[in-house]
T-cell receptor, first 114, second 112 residues
Framework: NAGVTQTPKFRILKIGQSMTLQCTQD?????MYWYRQDPGMGLKLIYY???????DKGEVPNGYNVSRSTTEDFPLRLELAAPSQTSVYFC?????????????FGNGTRLTVT | DAKTTQPNSMESNEEEPVHLPCNHS???????IHWYRQLPSQGPEYVIH???SNVNNRMASLAIAEDRKSSTLILHRATLRDAAVYYC?????????????FGKGITLSVRP
């Protein structure tokens, strides 16, 4: 099991460019999440999904879009990159959305927007 | 959403036990207490979780107060590899707080 895999590991974008952060998991988890972590801070939830075709906003969704066409993949799209989106992005998954279920995280994508 | 409060940092000596506290005075009856840790330049890693009873696994132990308003993560013998940020969060049994945010956590330093 690879677990949760994120690509790329690093990326530098210019202001106004767009990109897609990829996330895939091989644990057959229905629930997937995107978080961002700013320097010295905790993690904030951007979007989450409870299954293929179903997504919902988290705490900080502005400037991002997601889609979930398969159970395995949950890409995060930045349409018009801004310096405020410089952060480390983590994808996570769980087999249930309830409290009995641990979150499994990827190792992150470090994004710099200049 | 129920919140957790943790000290900003703690220090420990290698091979000694470490007790990391977490307060969650507004916890609801259906909230599970979860602990994760984050090593430098890595994603958070699940450590342990519990509802009411104390829990043990190969990584750590979780001691939950009788009133559930606080909990303690116990690392029985700290190693240098345990130096990390430790997050205590609450996850609702039925997913009602699925919009889940992690706080800043406790930064644990381990002295050789």
């Amino acid at each position: 099991n690879a677990g949760v895999t994120q690509t790329p590991k690093f990326r530098i974008l210019k202001i106004g460019q767009s990109m897609t952060l990829q996330c895939t998991q091989d644990m057959n988890h229905n629930y997937m999440y995107w978080y961002r972590q700013d320097p010295g801070m905790g993690l904030k939830l951007i979007y989450y999904s409870v299954g293929a075709g179903i997504t919902d906003k988290g705490e900080v969704p502005n400037g991002y879009n997601v889609s979930r066409s398969t159970t395995e993949d949950f890409p995060l799209r930045l349409e018009l990159a801004a310096p405020s989106q410089t952060s480390v992005y983590f994808c996570a998954s769980s087999y249930s959305i309830g409290g009995q279920s641990p979150l499994h995280f990827g190792n992150g994508t470090r994004l710099t927007v200049t | 959403d129920a919140k957790t409060t943790q000290p900003n940092s703690m220090e420990s000596n290698e091979e000694e036990p470490v007790h990391l506290p977490c307060n969650h005075s507004t916890i609801s009856g259906t909230d599970y207490i979860h602990w994760y840790r984050q090593l430098p330049s890595q994603g958070p890693e699940y450590v342990i979780h519990g509802l009411t009873s104390n829990v043990n696994n190969r990584m750590a132990s979780l001691a939950i107060a009788e009133d559930r308003k606080s909990s303690t993560l116990i690392l029985h013998r700290a190693t240098l590899r345990d130096a990390a940020v430790y997050y205590c969060i609450l996850r609702d049994q039925i997913g009602a707080n699925s919009k889940l945010t992690f706080g800043k956590g406790i930064t644990l330093s381990v002295r050789p």
